[in-house]
């Protein structure tokens, strides 16, 4: 890909300062997003995905914290800007929806009034102009009679209907990144199809880039460039979609992609879970994250948290078996799935 | 909506008559009568007096006169006052309540409602914490222990408020303070935990961001969903500071129309005791009547045609 960055993040830490104690949400997390590409981030609840994404938006609720790292976008540190400064970008150069639909709208304002209201957040137009606008998304988001839609309350709105009208919304200011936290999730698997379906077309229509959360790697494997897998707050494998379907290059990942049904082999295998639970981000293990859980764990990794290597062409694996002096033999042997 | 409030307002009648039958009916089984006293009148006057009010007709004829009288808009004769009708009490007696009232219900929309936002918005502050500790007080301090402190401080010591009697602004401090302590402090309080439940809804993280404007993301979307419980108490609030109260009446020495009430039950006034209680009733249930209409304004999923 070589298209210029519009995103990178660097070293990002944020935790939760709460009574309990500090909580480490996101630990040192680092990831490039280029101009047009679909970033899916991937792992269980609480691996730091939906935080990662809200620091970058700055939407952090108390007691959160971005502690460290720079977010630079466009050549500015989003983390060293004002909330003033800051709502200028937000909805307008970046933009971010949300999992349930159900609750993402306000129910006492009609969608028009919604809509106009970002648009107009953004841009010096009339009432008249932004309605246009709003009238024009809504139609490229597939629903129909959008002039009588936009007197709608959300009620009156399906749950697809109502993310589309959020994607709507969302992309009404054509921003150059739009950060999509589980959008499909709450909906039933049709809409879910066709959700993913328009992105995609958006996405090529408007080349914005999209960075997309989600625990379904069905859904990653449709729509996504690259793949971020996150454990425990940290990243733990970046990889192309291909390569990271193909040939895993950690443990976490191999663990993931056994425990995702395959239609070809549904009958003669059963689905393999992994084993135990998500550590602790109160109290995270000293070593790397996933090693209590890790069928390839050895000593070091109890004590010591593993680098970022890479492992082949935009391929990266946080994991000490890819340490240059673990001995071959002991490298992973990519298995069956 | 015409025709919703047109069958809300047969039901109000609905209503009213079934209060206006049990007050009737509890009225009379108690003991006693408006002539009873510790010196008992003779039989003969007695007598007089029985017939002259009707008291000695069966009581469903005495019910079907009251109502008959009422349709025609007369709330009857006090038995104790002398040539004092019901509807002189009120047309002299509201004015002043209602004055004092809708100062208080200004004071207490006014101040509650901006206090428990910014409250909310400070959640765990000092500020918060000052607020919710003069809101607790507010709430656990009876009215007229606030109104005689009122009297006591600002009118006995200060000299800054008359003692006593309806003359001028400066009359209206004490007894607006009394009568909107209580509900000032459960309208902050109630303003805060809905803007608090508020704040936490996905669409206040969506108007955030969208990068909506502080003053949009709470004056706009907050605010109109937090008042929804908010409304459901006013209502009613204000039909009842609108009517006087006795108490802080009787320490200020107004001449409202709160004391009405309390007399003309320990009076056996009958016809006060109906007429006034009536009127409240219908105050009140017209008050539950424009929160409902209120509430189809603030919330587009409430319908009221249904």
Known sequence: MGKEKILEVKGLETSFFTHLGEVQSVRSVSFDIHKGEVVGIVGESGSGKSITCMSIMKLLQHPGKIKHGEVIFKGEDLVKKSPKEMRKIQGDEISMIFQDPMTAL???????????????????????????????????VGIPSPEQRLKNYPHEFSGGMRQRAIIAMALS?????????????????????????????????????????THD???????????????????????????????????????????????????KQTLVPIAGSPPDMLNPPKGCAFCNRCEYAVQKCLVEVPKLYDVGKDHKSRCHLYHPDTPNEVKIKREVI | MTRYVIKRIFSMIVTLLIIGTLTFSIMHSIPGSPFTSERSLPPEIEQALMEKYGLDDPLWEQYLNYLGDLVQGDLGVSMQKLGVSVNDMISEGLPVSAQIGSVAVIVILALGIPIGVISALKQNSLIDHIVMFIATVGIAVPSFVVGTFMMYVFGEILGWIPAGGFDGWRSF???????????????????????????????IRTAKANGLSQLKVIGKHALKNALIPVVTYVGPMIASILTGSFVIEKIFALPGIGKYFTESVTNRDYTVIMSITLFYAAIYIFSVLLVDIAYAFIDPRIKLDD
């Open chain 1, 106 to 140: 306000n129910p006492v304002y009609t969608i028009g009034n919604q809509m106009t209201e970002v648009i107009r957040a953004h841009k010096k137009i009339s009432q008249k102009e932004a309605e246009k606008i709003a009238i024009k998304m809504l139609e490229a």
């Open chain 2, 173 to 203: 401090i004490g007894p607006v303070i009394a009568l909107a302590g209580f509900s000032l402090a459960y309208v902050t309080r109630l303003m805060r935990s809905s803007m608090l439940e508020v704040l936490r809804q996905d669409y």
């Open chain 1, 217 to 267: 790697l069905g859904v990653i494997a449709e729509l996504c460039d690259k793949v971020i897998v996150m454990y425990g707050g940290m990243v733990m494998e970046e990889a192309s979609v291909v390569d990271l379907f193909k040939e895993p290059k950690n443990p976490y990942t191999i663990g993931l992609l056994k425990s995702v049904p395959n239609p070809e082999t549904l009958t």
């Open chain 1, 173 to 213: 200011c054509e921003p150059e990144l739009l950060i999509a936290d589980e959008p499909t999730t709450a909906l039933d698997v049709t809409i879910q199809a066709q959700i993913l379906d328009l992105l995609k077309g958006l996405r090529e229509k408007l080349d914005t880039s999209i960075i997309f959360i």
